[in-house]
């Protein structure tokens, strides 16, 4: 199974940009969003922003990420 995980533009360089979860950065591309601008909540899915996503919906499923993993430990 392929996750994409919501995560948030910190800054961008181009066709390249740095995103954050959980404290985590990332460098991926935005070569199939180009439109995505800091501040953006994007799917991320193997180094790649694939789809724009609403922040509310993005902080919900976050949450949510955190609630599995809490329940994991």
Do not use: N, Y
Request: glycine share 6%; proline share 3%; charged share 30%.
């Amino acid at each position: 199974m392929c996750l994409a995980i919501p995560t948030k533009i910190i800054e961008r360089q181009e066709l390249m940009a740095t995103v954050e979860i959980g404290g985590v950065t990332r460098r991926i591309s935005l070569m199939l969003l180009p439109e995505a601008r800091v501040g953006d909540f994007v799917l991320t899915h193997a180094g790649f922003a694939i789809q724009a996503v609403d922040g509310e919906e993005a902080e919900k499923t976050l949450a949510l990420w955190r609630e599995l993993a809490e329940d994991d430990r």
